[in-house]
């Protein structure tokens, strides 16, 4: 059956962040404020053109109906949806849903996070102190409980199936280090080798420290609206090309009961988001693969076809995913090295690539002169990138994919 | 409502009204390891699910199965974030497909369990260093209190199903 596709009829119009930081010393109200505010300016909106808001959280941040009035912003929609990674690209969905029913013209989508200060990603401090019950019982009374522990099953399997090492998944670390020193926002700015990651200390095998994320306080926020609209804009349009949003397999819950636990949501995914870009992997000049860890970028990438199942390894730790490579994967540096986001950021960065106006240290950047020079503290600019994509990941059973281009 | 058990600095918590866990639990207590089986089809599931995932009716029964299985992943954890771990570390969290029910209904489905590997004792974390994929498990359960157990999995003599596979380090 074929898709139904709205194909290049909705943009990207504006993107905006704070620092990223590990003590922003202010509330998550505060900083989404001032993501959107960037947001809005980076589009050349005023705040009464954009009528939706939508955000998403884990019972840590502050609602949409707080944020948008102390920009002025009246609201004709707006909704905050639970979730994590993966929600990015589900709720430009749901953004662009909204605005082609007629409920509302220009959304702004957030997501601010106290993710170091407040509120950890592990379950330690608040959330470590409530009583273990219900589906948390199949897991947590073994000292199961942060995202890794959950992940690495599924990690470990995968390099029982099909050779899998340590080291090729460490390059995805490597890579994003080179692109996050040409990154000024970057938390860690410094390049790392693939000895640095296997050399740094466990923390639940397959995973060692440096295969692992940074958390990080920060907002995010990205503008949708039709593509009508975005043409009489400031900023060159982004094109949504296809969209899928929070696709999973057969179990979400209890991810590792189901299949083959090595298989993740974009075997599911890509067939629904390329068949609605009508284009395949060849055809996408750029990737932004969720990097909670090395290794979901790997299993991403592998899962919607970038190289054959199995042969993800080979794939990430062959150079192509680095600047300068044929097909770089988050040349922000992602969340394992600019800052942890649950996923906008990995859009915002895409976004600026195919405007040529990526935020890296070239004098003329924001005029898309760039010298392509990617060693240490210059350019990140991919060279005239047409189509990006970037593939979100909740958990191994839940994930989001979003195909733009220029 | 009974009292939570208190396990290495955690609450346990299964109320009266725990539809899913509560006979789960006190037949652990009992030293059985029960799952649901749908009355329609006869599959087993796990954890306790209130329609079964194969034909979706809402009838069941808990059957007994053996314990005895397959690790088929693991990981170990050297970095506990749960305080009541930090003294266990490093140790090794197990996948375990049970022998009933492999690959039915399709070749790449089973009933898998988690449970740490622990000596024959039910309490005694195993060394992590015995922890490999391929490797053969039985069930054996660590009490907590007089209304409940944790199903715990440790090691047996029988010889290992398929490749014999650990992290290499």
Request: aromatic share 8%.
């Amino acid at each position: 059956m074929a898709m139904k596709t709205l194909k290049d009829k909705y943009c990207i119009v504006g993107v905006g962040e704070t620092e990223y930081s590990r003590g922003s010393g202010r509330t998550t109200r505060a900083m989404a404020v001032e993501a959107m505010r960037k947001a809005i300016l980076d589009a050349g909106l005023r705040a009464s053109d954009v009528d939706g808001v939508l955000d998403y959280q884990g019972g840590d941040s502050t609602f949409a109906n707080h944020v948008a009035p102390d920009l002025g912003i009246r609201l004709n929609f707006y909704m905050d949806v639970m979730g994590g990674g993966s929600s990015t690209e589900a709720l430009i969905g749901l953004a662009m849903g909204a605005i082609e029913t007629g409920m509302c013209n220009t959304v702004a989508i957030y997501r601010s996070m106290n993710g170091y200060s407040e509120f950890r990603i592990g379950g330690t401090g608040a959330r470590a102190a409530q009583p273990v019950r219900g589906m948390d019982l199949a897991q947590v009374p073994f000292g199961m409980r942060s995202a890794g522990q959950t992940f690495a099953f599924t990690f470990m399997r995968h390099m029982y199936e099909y050779g899998t090492t340590s080291e090729q998944v460490a390059h995805v670390k490597v890579a994003h280090s080179k692109h996050a020193s040409n990154n000024p926002k970057a938390i860690q700015k410094e390049r790392v080798t693939v000895q640095d990651v296997v050399g740094s200390r466990w923390i639940v095998k397959p995973l060692h420290l440096l295969d692992c994320c940074l958390e990080t306080d920060n907002a995010t926020c990205v503008i949708v609206t039709t593509a009508e609209r975005a043409r009489d804009l400031k900023a060159r349009p982004v094109y949504i090309m296809g969209v899928a949003g929070r696709v999973s397999k057969p179990r979400v819950d209890y991810h590792w009961v189901h299949g083959p636990i090595s298989r993740v949501a974009g075997y599911y995914a890509k067939d629904i988001v390329f068949g609605q870009a009508g284009i395949g992997p060849e055809d996408v000049d750029v990737t932004g693969s969720y990097d909670a860890f090395t290794f979901t970028t790997m299993l991403q990438l592998e899962e919607y076809g970038f190289c054959k199942k199995g042969e993800g390894g080979a794939y990430v730790s062959s150079g192509i995913i680095e600047l300068g490579g044929k097909r770089p994967n988050n040349t922000s540096g992602g969340h394992l090295c600019e800052g942890y986001t649950h996923g906008m950021s990995m859009v915002i960065e895409n976004v600026r690539q195919l405007r040529g106006t990526v935020d890296d240290t070239c004098p003329g950047a924001a005029e898309g002169k760039h010298s392509y020079d990617y060693s240490v503290g210059k350019c990140r600019q991919v060279r005239d990138p047409e189509i990006t994509m970037n593939l979100g990941w909740a958990m191994p059973a839940t994930g989001s994919a979003l195909i733009m281009r220029r | 409502m009974p009292q939570p058990v208190t396990y290495r600095g955690m609450s346990l918590i299964v109320p009266d009204n725990d539809s899913e866990w509560k006979e789960y639990y006190a037949n652990a207590r009992q030293h059985r390891l029960t799952l649901r089986a749908c009355k329609a089809c006869g599959l087993m599931r796990y954890p306790a699910m209130h329609a079964c995932p194969w034909c979706m009716d809402l009838g069941w029964t808990w059957k007994e199965v053996s314990g005895r299985g397959t690790i088929y992943s693991y990981e170990t954890v050297v970095h506990a974030i749960q305080p009541g771990f930090k003294d266990a570390t490093p140790y090794a969290v197990v996948l375990v497909e049970l022998d009933e029910q492999r690959g039915k209904p399709t070749a790449d489905e089973a009933l898998r369990i988690i449970g740490n590997l622990v000596k024959p004792d039910a309490v005694t974390f195993e060394d992590a260093k015995e922890v490999a994929i391929g490797r053969r498990v039985r069930v054996v359960f660590q009490d907590l209190g007089e209304s409940m157990a944790l199903p715990q999995f440790t090691l047996t003599d029988e010889p290992p199903q398929g490749r014999v596979w650990q992290l290499p380090e």
